[in-house]
């Protein structure tokens, strides 16, 4: 994607595992890290997991290929896009120790002395903002809500390459699928995405916190990607969905990917497909990793809700956009804690 820095004056911030290392086990985090009330919270509490379906990719993209009479499980995705926006998926083609090596050179990555992990940082010259790199989100403004993690340079490059050549074939083999359940052509998605397709990779170390009460790991968004791949600490959960106004824990399984709709393709689907808005709370004894990687569509590119799904009964509900300057957007908003995608609405 597109370097998101502009021109406004980068703010610099101390990594918040180095902060984490700080603090008593009785501290306070420091107020810009606020973004929960606290105590008889803000929001009900999730107690609830979400019951989103664990699909099989190999019998979902080649039905019949392993033998079994037993149908595609075409209708569990069709029912989780349009309501959860998020599923499991298992027999994704992905070796489990090719999973475990990529969550090892993360954690190995983050338990480097900081200034190792300083000589891959997203500021050039201190300065500009890149989005390759260690350390904070783009923080444009003095005085958001901070979040309670840091990100991993995409400096491992032989396991990075293989885990994103395995996670391209699983989005290639859902692109069509998906175009299939709106019953449009089965190349729509493909060829949309164009010769530019972007993927990005984001590596977040969420360390043990004191007052998780308070800080969240990511505050609640919604991806602009088309589709996120993610991969999740097996032992660690914290990642949470929105759904009528409830928190729900998003279900871990042991080298599962979780796939994750993004406001691309909730656009181009007319809504019909859910890009959910999702949030990482944090926990006092553990440290978390995650691995997400962000499909989006070629940055040059508009998109509008397919012409098949609109007509007089089905008017369009979202705008033209064009990817680079909504992905550009991206940052403001989660700086004021708003959505991007509130202005794609028509
Ligand atoms: C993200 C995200 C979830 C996680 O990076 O956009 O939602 O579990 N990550 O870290
Ligand atoms: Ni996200």
């Known amino acids: 994607m597109e370097s998101a820095g502009g021109e406004a004056r980068p703010v610099m911030l101390p990594p918040v595992q180095e902060l984490a290392g700080q603090l008593g086990a009785a501290d306070d985090v420091p107020a810009r890290y606020i973004a929960r009330t606290g105590a008889g919270n803000d929001d009900r509490k999730a107690t609830v997991t979400a019951p989103v ?12 290929g392993d033998g079994e009479a037993s149908e595609a499980p075409a209708g569990a995705l069709a029912d989780t896009l349009q309501s959860w926006g998020l ?40 300065k500009h ?47 069509p699928e998906m175009a299939k359940l709106l019953e449009l052509d089965d190349d729509y998605f493909i ?18 916190c004191t007052r998780p009460d308070l800080a969240l790991g990511l505050k609640p968004h919604s991806d602009c990607s088309f589709v996120t791949l993610l991969m999740v600490d097996n032992s660690v959960g914290g990642l949470q969905v929105l759904q009528d106004g409830v928190w729900y824990d998003v279900p871990t399984r042991p080298h599962t990917l979780l796939i994750n709709l993004g406001d691309q393709i909730e656009i181009m689907s007319n809504g ?75």
């Open 129 to 175: 903002f890149q989005l390759e790199g260690y350390r904070n989100d783009w923080v444009p403004s003095e005085k958001q809500v901070l979040h309670w993690t840091d990100l991993w340079p995409t400096c491992l490059r032989d396991v990075l390459n293989d885990f994103t050549t395995k996670c391209t074939r699983v989005k290639d083999c859902l692109l």
């Open 53 to 64: 379906p664990t699909i099989d990719l190999a019998r979902l993209c080649q039905p019949g």
């Open 191 to 208: 060829d949309q995405f164009g010769g530019k397709a972007d993927a990005y990779a984001r590596f977040s170390y969420y360390p043990p």
């Open 272 to 346: 019909i497909f859910k890009g959910p808005v999702h949030r990482v709370v944090t926990n006092a004894e553990k440290e978390r990793l995650s691995v997400a990687l962000f499909y989006s569509i070629d940055p040059e590119r508009e998109i509008w809700p397919a012409d098949k799904l609109i007509d007089e009964n089905h008017p369009a509900l979202y705008k033209k956009v064009k990817i680079k300057e909504y992905i550009a957007g991206l940052y403001e908003h989660v700086a004021r804690g708003e959505m991007v995608i509130e202005t794609a609405k028509i």
């Open 87 to 126: 599923f499991l998926v298992t027999n994704h083609g992905m070796e489990a120790s090719l999973m475990d090596a990529m969550m090892d050179a993360s954690r190995e990555f983050f338990r480097q002395p900081l200034q190792e992990k300083q000589k891959h940082s997203n500021m050039i010259d201190g």
